[in-house]
C-alpha cells in the first residue's frame, strides 16, 4: 500500500491530453514538493518533473506539472506511442522523515 | 555527463548479506546526496533512505521490514556510495536503485537485480 494514490492506468489516443492524478496528504504532498518519472519495462526511472511543475532542460515541454493542496497532477500533451510507460509521483513525507511514492501509472496510448 | 554505474547482479541466500556500490562521475560527489530506491517485480519503487555524500548523515526508512538492516556509507576518495541489507529474505528480491538528490533523483543508476533464494 503505497503513500501516494495514484491510478493504476490511463489510456488516451495518439495527439491527445492525459493527466495523471497524485494524492498525499498535508504530510507529504501538502508540504514539500513533488517529483514525477517516467519508468519504460527494464530501464530506471527518469526525472520528469521536479519541485512541483520544473522540468529538466531535457525534458520536452509536453510533459507538465502542477499541484493543488494535497495533489498533483501530471499533464502530457501530444501523446505519442513512445510515452507508454509507467509514471511515479514521489515527495518526501515530514512524518514519516522518508521519502515516499506512489504506486505507479501505467500509461497505454491506444 | 553525470551518471551513476552501479555493482552487478547478484544472488544470496535467506540470512546472507548484500552490499550493493553506487560509482559516481561528471560531477563533485559531495555536493549531493544519493538516496536508494528498490523495486520488488512487478512492483512500485521504495525509498530506502539516503546519505549525505558531504557529511555522511543518513536517514533510513523506517518500516518494520527494514528495523536495523539498512545502512549506507560513501567513500569520498573514489566518489562511490554502498548499500548494505543484511539478514536478507526472499521478499528482499528486488532491483536496487541508487538515484542523486535527496527530494527528487536524477540521474539514476542501471539497477541491481538481487535475487534472494535458497
Redesign the interface.
Known sequence: Q?VLTQPPSVSAAPGQRVTISCSGTSSNIGN??V?W?QQFPGA????LI??NDKR?SEIPDRFSGSKSGTSATLGITGLQTGDEADY?C???DSS?????????TKLTVL | QVQLVQSGPEVKKPGASLQVSCKASGYTFTRHAISWVRQAPGQGLEWMGRISAYNGNTNYIHAQKFQGRVSMTTDTSTSTAFMELRSLRSDDTAVYYCARGSYDFTPWGQGTLVIVSS
Do not use: M, R
Request: aromatic letters at 24%.
Open positions: 503505497s514539500n514538493f517529483s518519472y530506471a526511472p527518469k526525472l521536479y519541485d529538466p511515479y514521489g515527495t518526501w514519516l522523515s522518508a521519502g515516499v511514492f506512489g504506486g505507479g
